[in-house]
Every structure is written in C-alpha cells, then in structure tokens.
C-alpha cells in the first residue's frame, strides 16, 4: 500500500510515500516529502523543493535537483546527477558516469572515477 498525505500528492506502488503538496512518489519505497517533488523507482527520495529522484537508491535532495541512476545523489541546489554512484553537491553542478563527483559551484564532473571540486 502506498499512502499520499500531501496536499494535492499522489501515490502508486509498493510503500511509496508522497507527503509534501503536490508530490508524486511511485514505484517501490520511494519518497517524495517536499512540495513539486516526484519520486519514481526503487528507494528513491525527493526531499528538495520540485526535486526529482529516478532510478534505485537516489537522493535529491537540493531544490529542484534531478537525480537518475544507481546509488546517486544531487544535494546542490539546480544539481543534476546521472548513472552509478555519482554525486552533484555543488550548487548548479552536473556529474555524470560511474563514481563521479561535481562538489564545486556550477562544476561538471563526466566520466568514471572524476572529481570536479572548483567553482564554475
């Protein structure tokens, strides 16, 4: 059963948790707690204001980050991360590939095993 609280929110699949207004979780416990967020996948999270978490074990947690993949997050405001293990922590930063890492302001980080640590 999956349980939609927030105003507005919608919930489909297997424990999936849609709690904040307007919010849309679905597929295997994935949680969508903050208003505009979408969560879809298997353990996904979209805590971030109109935060979207796709894939299986993803994070979004900055406002308005996107998050796809396997075992990624994006906790940068406007953050984008994409594939395995790979984190957007910057604001504004993009990394993508396998074990990336994009920490800095507007930073991107492509490809496996990559770390973009400075601003812009």
């Known amino acids: ?14 424990n999936s948790e849609a709690s904040g207004a307007s ?3 679905e597929g295997l416990l994935s949680k969508a707690s903050e208003e505009c967020a979408h969560a879809e996948g298997e353990s996904t999270v ?6 979207h978490a796709e894939g299986c074990e993803t994070t ?6 996107h998050v796809e993949g396997f075992y990624a997050t ?9 594939g395995w293990y ?7 930063s ?10 800095g ?8 095993y990559t770390n973009a640590t400075h601003a812009y």
């Open 1 to 14: 059963m999956s349980y939609a609280f927030g105003e507005n929110s919608h919930a489909e699949g297997q």
């Open 23 to 25: 919010a849309h979780a």
């Open 46 to 51: 979209a805590s971030g204001y109109s935060a």
């Open 60 to 65: 979004a947690g900055g406002t308005a980050a």
């Open 74 to 82: 994006a906790s940068g405001e406007e953050a984008h991360a994409e």
């Open 86 to 92: 790979t984190e957007a922590l910057g604001e504004s």
């Open 94 to 103: 993009h990394a993508e590939g396998n074990c990336a890492v994009a920490s």
């Open 105 to 112: 302001k507007g930073s991107h980080a492509e490809g496996n």
